[in-house]
């Protein structure tokens, strides 16, 4: 596989994997705190962790009841939105799939499918810093103070875990 085509698979796989992260974290906060989607591990990271750790710093502010039933309400009209972002993958992102090199529209369609990619990843990350500013307006002033030592606690611990992970074997 080209390094070319290997980018671009990497740019739809991202988009795709962005937002049905969203949907499933919606998901688990949609079903509220007191079925297991407040402390689900995996969850309200607003994409499994790709938030840089927002939502997994909430649970160390000490949240009371009325703040984690505002923020299930947030979560659950996230995941409301995001079902129709859940649809079929688009034509571009298809026509990649099984375009090849040999192909003379080959060239446009890899670029549609960038283009395409790019266009979900935006919405992805304004749908998720919509979220984010929803959940934050919902914090005190104390907790909003908390927030960045917690968010550079939490981001130093997945560095040092992601360094400790074995690198992948050549050839893949």
């Known amino acids: ?43 309200p990271g607003m994409g499994g962790g790709r938030d840089g750790g927002f939502m997994a710093a909430l649970h160390q502010l000490n949240l009371s009841d009325a703040q984690k039933q505002s923020i299930h309400g947030i979560m659950s009209t996230a995941h409301t939105s995001m079902q129709s972002s859940r649809a079929a993958p688009s034509a571009a992102l298809q026509a990649f799939a099984t375009a090849l090199p040999d192909d003379p529209n080959y ?23 919509d979220i984010r500013t929803q959940v934050y307006a919902v914090l005190s002033a104390d907790q909003k103070k908390q927030l960045p030592a917690l968010l550079t606690k939490i981001a130093a611990e997945r560095q040092q875990k992601w360094q400790q992970q074995p690198a992948p074997a050549d050839g893949n």
């Open 107 to 129: 060239p446009q369609v890899v670029a549609n499918a960038i283009q395409q990619s790019q266009q979900m990843a935006a919405e992805h990350i304004r749908h998720m810093s």
């Open 1 to 43: 596989m080209t390094p070319t085509r290997k980018m671009i698979l990497g740019i739809a796989l991202c988009a795709t994997l962005a937002i049905a992260g969203t949907v499933h974290v919606s998901a688990a906060w949609a079903q509220g705190p007191g079925s297991g989607g407040w402390h689900r591990h995996g969850h």
